[in-house]
Antibody, heavy 117, light 111 residues
């Protein structure tokens, strides 16, 4: 059974940092691109960042470029999102999702990040 | 800035058919945008339904189908069930530095 389990969310003050993790199981993690997608309260989905299977290519939305860093450890079947200089508008549920050849398939349950003083 | 537009809301009767569309501000949506469709119910994570325009996942009910229609990506639900009431999102691929853009979502009501 495929599982993606996010962790690391919580309450952080503006300007603070947080590191999200996504633990993958049930599929060949090292063969898939991985993605972070977020959803602000009551809003739609927003693509945040993607990383290819071997970390050769990394992409970021303009809204997080220069503040967020995506990475992965294929030996640990894990995906990460280092979030620095957090702002109130970064408050959202953050989902990790796997993709292969433009096909998004599996999603985690999400982890809530709240940026507030 | 690229904008992907979906109908904000649609209503369909049980057993009916409804088509949701996904338009790009850059012009006609083609297969090269690799449209993906997702369903999200309140309090749940999104669930993938359709990839690369019309391909279904193993878990996608047969009543869901994807296509290109009039320069847009389309998701058609035939024989709608009450459990299909949800928010539906499309996702398009643009390549480049920011390859993916989600549509704003369509809230489908089954009434």
């Amino acid at each position: 059974e495929v599982q993606l389990v996010e962790s690391g969310g919580g309450l952080v003050k503006p300007g603070g940092s947080l590191r999200l993790s996504c633990a993958a199981s049930g599929f060949t993690f090292s063969s898939y691109s991985m993605n972070w997608v977020r959803q602000a309260p009551g809003k739609g989905l927003e693509w945040v960042s993607s990383i290819t299977s071997s970390s050769s290519y990394i992409f970021y939305a303009d809204s997080v470029k220069g503040r967020f860093t995506i990475s992965r450890d294929n030996a640990k079947n894990s995906l990460y999102l280092q979030m620095n200089s957090l702002r109130a508008e970064d408050t959202a549920v953050y989902y990790c999702a796997s993709s292969h050849n433009w096909n998004y398939d599996y999603w985690g349950q999400g982890t809530l990040v709240t940026v507030s003083s | 800035q690229t904008v992907v537009t979906q109908e904000p809301s649609l209503t369909v009767s049980p057993g009916g058919t409804v088509t949701l569309t996904c338009a790009s501000s850059t012009g006609a949506v083609t297969s090269g945008y690799y449209p993906n469709w997702f369903q999200q119910k309140p309090g749940q994570a999104p669930r993938a339904l359709i990839y690369t325009t019309s391909n279904k996942h193993s878990w996608t009910p047969a009543r869901f189908s994807g296509s290109l229609l009039g320069g847009k990506a389309a998701l058609t639900l035939s024989g709608v069930q009450p459990e299909d009431e949800a928010e539906y999102y499309c996702l398009l691929y643009y390549g480049g530095a920011q390859p993916w853009v989600f549509g704003g979502g369509t809230k489908l009501t089954v009434l």
